[in-house]
């Protein structure tokens, strides 16, 4: 479990006219009217629904480093070899079976790193599972349970149909005390600046979420999963009454991308970069609240580009539903799917206009050629790769940049020592700017006593002397 620091509705006869199914929905809910109603109970629907919330342990093995190796005194007296300690480490988490071949739905933070994974069902069986998808940015992970019989299933709700105040119940495993169940409401949509992942929409509930619980369900009152709870806002561990959980809709997108086989997590590439709207930005452009996402710069060629999105516009809604940040509208590009069009309002000086973007994967532009750099130079150890959009994406850089990154770095190596890390830009290497992999490596065949190097890291430029 992550640790964090971090719609009154109007007019509900336009509401209804533009969206039936909500109007509908509004129409059912209803507050308690009498004792009786009071006393309803929700155990049938958690004797439903909570035999597909299981419970994910994760081991792995951790090298303790002896701080005595290589001591001569001690070695003289001990041995000459004083190998390292290892250990396990293990975690305890939630997930949620989706379908009933045994795909199940937890945290990436749950399993990373993990070297065994296990599945404990709600009856106490025990079936160890493999890892199918996983993804670090929207911290979800999907495993496969190796066995060969049909599992409960939780069916998968409409998250975009969830409204402020909402029932929900939360059901995982908090501190490892066995399944639990645990009631509350929906207290905000589209949270973000949650979590340090690029991915930031997020149910906010008070239904009670405490370490141990990530992964598991967020329900609705119709036994439909609308989340997976992923973090907490907390200052001693425990819950305050805020926790956070990825809506079922971007769980959906993740699931398809599984059952397809895919190895990675593919978002649309748009081809631009945004930034929040300000209360000057709104002023200036008319809006009446500072909603939506700013185009900060467009990639010449690119989707938004061929789209017509032009810098200092501001996109407000996406296939008519409205963009609160550019967490919200990464989300709702994700989610309306690869290989389609989403329908764009923009708001310029001039008013509103609408235009049509094609959601498709990062383009490899350049080939990666990707190469292990070698020899008596500060560089040995490092992975370096060619940038292309597609490598951008997958790296969680900015897609515009261009030239040489380093995608992994070998531990101990010179590289590591002078402390190259992944995802560093390599700009220029004495005074002569990087293009390629090819010419990156022809470089360092020549010794010139001391190297001078410029990199890009987090969008900060650092110069460094090597000798």
């Not at 065949?445 to 990199?455: A, L, T, Y």
Request: with cysteine; hydrophobic share 40%.
């Amino acid at each position: 479990m992550m640790s964090v620091l971090k719609r009154v509705s109007t007019g509900l006869l336009v509401l209804a006219l533009l969206c039936p199914v909500a109007a509908v929905a509004q129409e059912n809910r209803a507050v308690p009217q009498n004792r009786q109603e009071m006393q309803l109970s929700f155990a049938p629907l958690v004797k439903q629904t909570a035999g597909a919330v299981v419970n994910v342990y994760a081991e792995r093995v951790v090298q303790r480093l002896n701080p005595f190796a290589g001591d001569p005194f001690f070695e003289q007296f001990f041995g000459q070899r004083m190998p390292n300690r290892t250990e396990k480490q293990s975690s305890l988490g939630s997930g949620v079976i989706l379908s009933q071949d045994g795909l199940v739905v937890t945290n990436n933070h749950v399993i990373q790193g993990a070297d065994d994974i296990k599945i404990a069902l709600a009856d106490g069986r025990e079936f160890p599972c493999d890892v199918v998808l996983k993804d670090e940015s929207v911290d979800l992970a999907v495993l496969r349970i190796k066995a060969k019989e049909h599992f409960p299933v939780l069916p998968v709700g409409d998250s975009d149909a969830v409204d402020v105040g909402d029932l929900v119940l939360a059901i995982g495993n908090p501190f490892g005390v066995g399944q639990t169940v645990t009631s509350g409401i929906v207290s905000a949509l589209a949270r973000n600046q949650v979590t340090t992942g690029d991915f930031g929409f997020f149910i906010q509930t008070d239904a009670s979420i405490n370490p141990g619980n990530s992964g598991g369900a967020l329900m609705n009152m119709k036994g439909e999963l609308i989340g997976i709870n992923t973090a907490i806002f907390s200052r001693g561990g425990g819950s305050n009454g805020v926790g956070f959980a990825i809506p079922a809709n971007l769980v959906k997108v993740f699931l398809a991308n599984a059952a397809e086989g895919r190895t990675t997590f593919e978002r649309p590439y748009v081809g631009a970069t945004f930034d929040a709207v300000t209360s000057d930005v709104a002023e200036a452009l008319g809006l009446k609240t500072a909603r939506g996402a700013l185009v900060v710069r467009v990639v010449e060629g690119g989707p938004a580009d061929r789209a017509g999105l032009k810098p200092g516009e501001v996109v407000i809604a996406v296939n008519g539903i409205p963009v609160e940040h550019p967490d919200a509208l990464g989300y709702r590009l994700t989610t309306a799917g690869l290989g389609k069009q989403a329908a764009l309002t923009v708001q310029t000086g001039d008013g509103q206009r609408q235009l049509n973007i094609a959601l498709n994967t990062a383009p490899e532009t350049t080939p990666r050629d990707e190469r292990m750099l070698e020899g008596r130079n500060p560089f040995a150890g490092l992975h370096v790769a060619n940038l292309s959009p597609k490598l951008a994406t997958e790296l969680h850089i900015p897609a515009e940049k261009a030239g040489v990154v380093v995608t992994d770095v070998a531990r101990g190596s010179p590289a590591a020592r002078y402390g190259f890390e992944p995802r560093d830009i390599v700009i220029s290497l004495n005074g002569t700017t990087v293009t390629t992999t090819k010419a990156l490596e022809a470089m360092l065949d020549d010794d010139p006593g001391f190297w001078r190097v410029e990199i890009e890291r987090d969008g900060q430029r650092i110069r460094q002397f090597f000798r």
